[in-house]
């Protein structure tokens, strides 16, 4: 680390959209209901507020926590950001992370604008921000946070291990569809993992993870050829890092390895053949397993690879729900 980098918005927030029906009452979860309420439903888990900002930015440190990342700290200018982005997305009808000037509502085009108009204001260098966004038509803050964590592309921003602080809001239409944004933010690139580490998720002895994911929800649609696919399972680096992969693989325990999608954000020389998913970022990788795992089953997951040209060998397992 150490190094000073501003880094693209592509790598941020870039089709980090959880696809909804227009601003309509659909449920367009990437879970099941099911395993949506199962997931939210553990012993340890935060006590619902009944607020569902509150609600889903406690969740989404809820499971850092559980990965071993730093807790990320509220910041009240953020959330004035997030909930006038939630605000215009209702007012419009329309799920998007760009704002047009003139519409209702409007508070800025781009993320960095209505961070600055709300206050919060970025360096020349050395920082990184991003968000996610949702509209389904539950309020659960816990639910909507979840599906974010289950949609990859977006999961890999929540667990994001350099972010610092985060700012969440939520608008709801009467009968209708819940907006739900969060806001993250890092000024100083001077935390996170210690070098060539990363982090797991599910994590190592995880119990009750979902069995699917619904690809199509998630937009852009990561596995474009069908729509109910396994779990995802990730590896986290810090943004400054590259994670090169060499190879991935998930097995029922004593069973063989699973037909899967990697999704990798760099290009490793050593396996030309991958194709680099522009999509992705280059400081985290996946594989998404090409049908449903199944319930109550304990899975091995094995990876090999570098950060930064340091190797990283990890095995651990999961149970499903």
């Given at each position: ?50 607020d569902t900002?509150t ?8 499971r ?12 009240g ?7 006038g ?29 209505r ?12 920082y ?39 700012g ?11 907006y ?11 935390q ?12 190592s ?6 069995v699917?994911f ?6 852009p649609?990561?596995?474009p ?18 994670v090169?992969v060499d190879s ?14 990697l ?7 050593r ?15 996946a ?9 109550g089953?304990?899975?091995?997951v ?6 930064d040209g ?12």
């Amino acid at each position: 680390m150490g190094r000073s980098i501003r880094l693209p918005l592509s790598v941020l927030f870039a089709a980090l959209v959880l696809a909804a029906c227009g601003g309509g009452a659909s449920d367009s979860s990437t879970l099941s209901p099911a395993a949506a309420t199962a997931a939210t439903n553990e012993p340890s888990a935060p006590q619902s507020t009944g607020d569902t900002a509150t609600d889903g930015f406690n969740w989404f440190n809820f499971r850092r926590g559980q990965l071993g990342l730093a807790a990320l700290t509220r910041n009240g200018k953020i959330d004035a950001a997030a909930l006038g982005h939630s605000n215009y997305q209702k007012i419009n009808n329309v799920i998007t992370h760009e704002q047009t000037q003139g519409n209702p509502g409007f508070t800025g085009v781009q993320v960095a604008d209505r961070l600055a108009a709300a206050g919060y204001v970025l360096p020349h260098d050395n920082y990184a921000y991003g968000e996610v966004i949702s509209s389904t038509g539950s309020t659960s803050g816990f639910k909507a946070a979840e599906d974010l964590i289950a949609a990859i592309y977006h999961r890999f921003l929540v667990f994001e291990p350099m972010f610092k602080e985060a700012g969440a809001g939520a608008a709801s239409v009467n009968g209708g569809a819940t907006y739900f944004t969060t806001n993250f933010a890092a000024i100083g690139l001077d935390q996170g993992l210690a070098g060539g580490s990363v982090v797991t998720y599910p994590f190592s002895g995880q119990q009750r993870v979902p069995v699917n994911f619904f690809s199509d929800n998630e937009s852009p649609d990561p596995v474009p050829d069908r729509n109910e696919v396994g779990y995802p399972i990730s590896v986290h680096a810090n943004i400054v890092a590259t994670v090169l992969v060499d190879s991935f693989t998930v097995r029922p325990h004593g069973g063989a390895d699973l037909p899967a999608q990697l999704v990798v954000g760099a290009a490793n020389p050593r396996t030309p053949s991958v194709a680099v998913d522009a999509h992705a970022s280059p400081s985290a990788a996946a594989i998404i397993p090409l049908a449903p795992l199944a319930h109550g089953i304990t899975y091995d997951v094995q990876f090999a690879g570098t950060i930064d040209g340091i190797p990283v060998n990890r095995s651990w397992s999961f149970t499903t729900q």
